[in-house]
């Protein structure tokens, strides 16, 4: 996630809704020119999002997994099936991030180190962001963050014990790539199409993800974006087609030609806040 994505997401609420919405009308102009210059085509994705499982020690409120029971055992991401997608990813030398997050804790994953190290070896100017709730952080993952240029953001929960939030300042002191955030609850956060209750809820007349964001499950799925929890909203699957043949999707394509035009055709974004 860039900086001014990241900042609408998070701040929006702080700030009239016209200023935001004329913030993200221009973020979307910026991301078509972006991607012009890069990949020389208006229509395509600057951050990938992927969910590598469903596995997490925390049940937080915000989060889907805090009420729904989601247990299934049919786990897409291995060795074989990350690296045909960062194939892929290079052969149109994406230059974007890769966001390692989705509902899950990342660094509970046994192959997290190993994906990120296929990722970084072949994605060179890729940003590669791993979302974390900094329980699992020690010395060996920051040494080897550090060397593979790894941004993290750390979302710290309640309860956290003193000699935990010590150990994350310090991280935070020492790399400067590391963002924390503190409370994550208190922040202004979306309720994932009215499926859970949130303290704040986002207000807001522009997305800018589907057009910016390409979601992959952990089932590989490719959904509309990371609020879609139960992936009622599927255009394609990784097993069967390539990244590029589902963006270019005609359904895909077709329901971001409606949100554009503030047309939300769907139950996840009509309800979205």
Not at 25 to 33: A, I
Not at 168 to 187: G, H, M, P, Q, V
Request: with cysteine.
């Amino acid at each position: 996630m860039n900086l001014i994505d990241r900042f609408i997401y998070f701040h929006r609420n702080l700030f009239p809704n016209f200023l935001m919405d004329l913030l993200s009308k221009f973020y979307l102009q910026f991301h078509k020119f972006k991607c012009f210059i890069f990949y020389g085509n208006t229509d395509m994705f600057d951050f990938i999002t992927i969910e590598l499982d469903r596995v997490c020690n925390r049940s937080c409120s915000y989060c889907p997994k805090s009420v729904y029971d989601d247990t299934d055992n049919a786990i897409f991401f291995n060795e074989e099936n990350f690296k045909k997608i960062i194939k892929q990813l290079s052969k149109i030398r994406y230059r974007g991030s890769i966001l390692f997050s989705g509902y899950c804790e990342p660094l509970m994953n046994k192959n997290i180190k190993q994906y990120l190290s296929i990722a970084r070896e072949n994605l060179p100017r890729s940003k590669l962001v791993v979302y974390t709730n900094g329980d699992f952080l020690d010395g060996k993952l920051m040494d080897f963050f550090k060397k593979n240029k790894i941004i993290l953001i750390i979302t710290l929960h309640k309860p956290i014990s003193s000699e935990d939030r010590r150990r994350i300042d310090k991280i935070a002191r020492s790399y400067k790539d590391a963002i924390i955030k503190n409370n994550i609850e208190n922040y202004y956060l979306s309720n994932r199409g009215n499926i859970v209750n949130v303290k704040k809820k986002i207000k807001k007349k522009v997305c800018t993800r589907p057009f910016c964001e390409m979601t992959v499950d952990y089932k590989g799925n490719v959904i509309l974006c990371h609020n879609d929890f139960f992936s009622k909203h599927v255009y394609g699957n990784l097993t069967d087609n390539n990244l590029i043949e589902i963006w270019n999707n005609k359904n895909f394509k077709e329901i971001r030609k409606n949100l554009a035009k503030r047309v939300p055709n769907n139950g996840l974004c009509k309800y979205c806040r």
